[in-house]
């Protein structure tokens, strides 16, 4: 698959997004919201593909290399203010459904911010299942700064992670965030030397691609909806999943493998 603002390549049963605009330190333009769209269609049908990790590009250049998640917009292409009104609400309805298909998405999504994350990169980061990030890399939310909004759903999301008082801090004031102050606040899941954070999130990857595809799915379907739900729609939905486990070829698999106490080997059927 060859894609003009994204590389994609899968390790074993991970697939890896990287979002490849380099040069503009991967700001966000349509043709990147079209090409990620395209991939999670097609990912999300491949059985071969059972974690999802998201990450930057480096951009190699005569002063060294430069860590880059995403800038957020293309702010040149905001400058030149060519957009009709039309074009200007859709081009934020496809920001949105970017950030609905990584959220939506059926398998374990893992995000490793390799360098700053900025806006419309923030949002992408939020609507994964898990954030990693590099020690020196950053988050922020400058969209007060620059008289604009959030959005993505990190209202919504940034509230659930580090609480509304927390969240009302970060986008009112729009302060950067470094890795360990990210997870200390329960942002992000861990912060690592930004030489070890691709490693440590394929080994992360790794684990949960060993785990029942079906098992995976349902699990990150029920925790998404909870939320939304009252303690009865909770209990009869998981009762549904479980039944639906207990109906896979993996599930007889796992529970034979307990008992012979061997490691299980899932197919994801």
């Known amino acids: 698959m060859a894609f003009e603002t994204v590389l994609y390549e899968r390790d074993g049963f991970m697939g890896i997004i990287r979002l490849n605009r380099p040069e503009r330190m991967n700001a966000v333009i349509e043709q990147m919201y079209l090409d990620i769209q395209d991939l999670l ?66 398998k374990p999504v893992i995000v490793a911010v390799n360098g700053p994350a900025r806006g419309a990169g923030t ?12 020690d020196t890399a950053t988050i922020a939310f400058p969209e007060t700064g620059l008289a604009t909004c959030v959005g993505g759903g990190v209202t919504y999301l940034l509230t659930q992670l580090v609480g509304s008082m927390r969240a009302r801090e970060l986008i009112y004031t729009g302060r950067i965030v470094h890795g360990p102050e990210a997870v200390a606040m329960g942002l992000a899941l861990n912060s690592v030397p930004v030489d070890r954070l691709m490693p440590e999130v394929l080994s992360f990857a790794s684990a949960l691609a060993e785990k029942a595809p079906t098992s995976l799915s349902l699990t990150k379907e029920l925790i998404r909806k909870g939320p939304h739900r009252d303690m009865e729609t909770v209990l009869l939905a998981e009762s549904e999943a479980i039944l639906a486990c207990m109906n896979t070829e993996d599930w007889h698999t796992g529970i034979r493998s307990f008992a012979e106490k061997r490691k299980p080997v899932f197919k994801g059927r």
């Open 123 to 134: 949002e992408m980061a939020l609507n994964g299942d898990f954030l990693f990030m590099a």
């Open 41 to 106: 269609t097609e990912i999300r049908h491949d059985a071969h593909v059972r974690v999802l990790v998201i990450t930057g590009s480096v951009r190699k250049g005569p002063e060294g290399e430069k860590q880059a998640f995403c800038a957020g917009a293309d702010l040149k292409k905001h400058a030149a203010d060519d957009r009709t009104p039309w074009q200007k609400r859709e081009y934020i309805l496809m920001a949105h459904e970017t950030t609905r298909m990584i959220y939506e998405f059926p």
